[in-house]
DNA sequence: TTTTCATTTCGTTATTTTACGAAATATAAA
DNA sequence: TTTATATTTCGTAAAATAACGAAATGAAAA
């Protein structure tokens, strides 16, 4: 039960979901995703670590970089299914078509020094 | 993208799946659902409230009483695939079943007057 | 090694959520 | 009509959540 409360909370947010949508396009780092959301990158980190513990993404260590990505493969059978239904949902979301423009311009090596 | 996040925040409160999860078997009133839960009543109707504003139950005036059912035949596809998910999940939660075997034992004749 | 910089953790504040009891509302029963 | 009772609304208190900046951490570059 608790585990189903902690999934749901963590799909309950407009930040995460902009985040999991983003995600779905490519693997991102979090000076990245503060760029597109205009949040502190301690907020991001948060949500990030909410969404890895609820089992919809995973981290890997690239560099200086930690890139964040979709935990596509989980044996989560419950993620699963959330994620699949996710990949349909808010596609035609005017604020998640703007997410995804800009972050193809977002460059982690032009923005992330600050 | 708002409606997406109130859809899910109504599923992350432990005593919202319990609600959810008993209307599967049959609808309740308020006092039902207060004496398993054993929660307040005004807060069981805030629970319903949000449930209800989120699409996933209805209300129905019965003589004294409102009985609160699941909403089965939404028209919102979001809300549709999730009570089909959750009707597959979290039947084998020990506090689902207990619910499930107190809530056949609740008279609401009885025990409403309080 | 020292410096740089991406990320996380910590402490704090503001907001939201959950819960309660009391009062208000509405309907059935007397 | 009056009384009884099921439900909702209101006001409030406690707990959880989301946000920030500053400090700490850790890995790459100099």
């Not at 409360?5 to 396009?25: G, Q």
């Amino acid at each position: 039960m608790r585990n189903y409360v902690k999934i749901f909370k963590a799909l309950s947010d407009s930040n995460r979901l902009r985040i999991l949508k983003m995600l779905e396009d490519c693997p991102m780092c979090v000076c990245e995703i503060r760029a597109v959301l205009n949040l502190a990158n301690s907020t991001v980190s948060k949500h990030l670590s909410l969404l890895r513990d609820a089992g919809f993404i995973l981290d890997e260590k690239n560099g200086k970089w930690v890139d964040y990505k979709l935990n596509d493969k989980t044996d989560e059978p419950q993620v699963r299914k959330l994620m699949k239904l996710m990949t349909e949902w808010l596609n035609d979301e005017a604020r998640i078509k703007a997410d995804k423009r800009k972050l193809e311009i977002v460059d982690r090596n032009k923005i992330c020094n600050i």
